[in-house]
T-cell receptor, first 115, second 113 residues
Framework: QKEVEQNSGPLSVPEGAIASLNCTYS??????FFWYRQYSGKSPELIMS????GDKEDGRFTAQLNKASQYVSLLIRDSQPSDSATYLC???????????????FGKGTKLSVIP | DVKVTQSSRYLVKRTGEKVFLECVQD?????MFWYRQDPGLGLRLIYF???????EKGDIPEGYSVSREKKERFSLILESASTNQTSMYLC????????????FGPGTRLTVT
């Protein structure tokens, strides 16, 4: 059973600080990794994808991937109260045929940004 | 922008009823998925489809079936609703040519009484 592990939190950070969200995965051959943001009562929204080792930046968000350590993280700089949400890590897992893949999701880390 | 829509935002059904949840995407994605999300259990895959008329079981298919007659539409059917199927149901779609990123619909919160 492929697993994706996240600290459930809640992670509380003051407004303006850097929030660091972490995720580990069990399948060494995974190649694609995603971060989703989910506000309470809403559906997950894709915010970052990363496929290569290293950092990928998009605005205030930076995704970091270390395949050797089977570790992916999301940094949120200058955190805002509007960033308060649950963040889900997802990893490509099973091959579904015809070039398609399933994702395995972590259970999410709840982030609270305190004004 | 990818648009995934679901037929109902909230639904209340009685035990034993047959329930249809419909999902439509407008991005010509090959793959479509049905998940349910429950507190403490995360997202769990019920069924998915990677082509018209193709379907594969996910992790928790018992009590559910699916139909995909057209590329843009993927239906989830609860043959005989039970109270333990009360949940948030989420549909997603993805394209194998764009990294298999999944995009979600707004969800249907189903309550079975």
């Amino acid at each position: 059973q492929k697993e994706v592990e996240q600290n459930s939190g809640p992670l509380s950070v003051p407004e303006g600080a850097i929030a660091s969200l972490n995720c580990t995965y069990s399948d060494r051959v995974s190649q694609s990794f995603f971060w989703y943001r989910q506000y309470s009562g809403k559906s997950p929204e894709l915010i970052m994808s990363i496929y290569s080792n290293g950092d990928k930046e998009d605005g205030r968000f930076t995704a970091q991937l270390n395949k050797a350590s089977q570790y992916v993280s999301l940094l949120i700089r200058d955190s805002q109260p509007s960033d308060s949400a649950t963040y889900l890590c997802a990893v490509i897992s099973a091959y579904s045929g015809a070039g398609s893949y399933q994702l395995t999701f972590g259970k999410g880390t709840k982030l609270s940004v305190i004004p | 922008d990818v648009k995934v829509t679901q037929s109902s935002r909230y639904l209340v059904k009685r035990t034993g009823e047959k329930v249809f949840l419909e999902c439509v995407q407008d991005m010509d994605h090959e793959n479509m998925f049905w998940y349910r999300q429950d507190p403490g259990l995360g997202l769990r895959l019920i069924y998915f489809s990677y082509d018209v008329k193709m379907k594969e079981k996910g992790d928790i298919p018992e009590g559910y079936s699916v139909s995909r007659e057209k590329k843009e539409r993927f239906s989830l059917i609860l043959e005989s609703a039970s109270t333990n199927q009360t949940s948030m149901y989420l549909c997603a779609s993805s394209s194998r040519t764009s990294g298999n990123e999944q995009y979600f619909g707004p969800g249907t919160r189903l309550t079975v009484t």
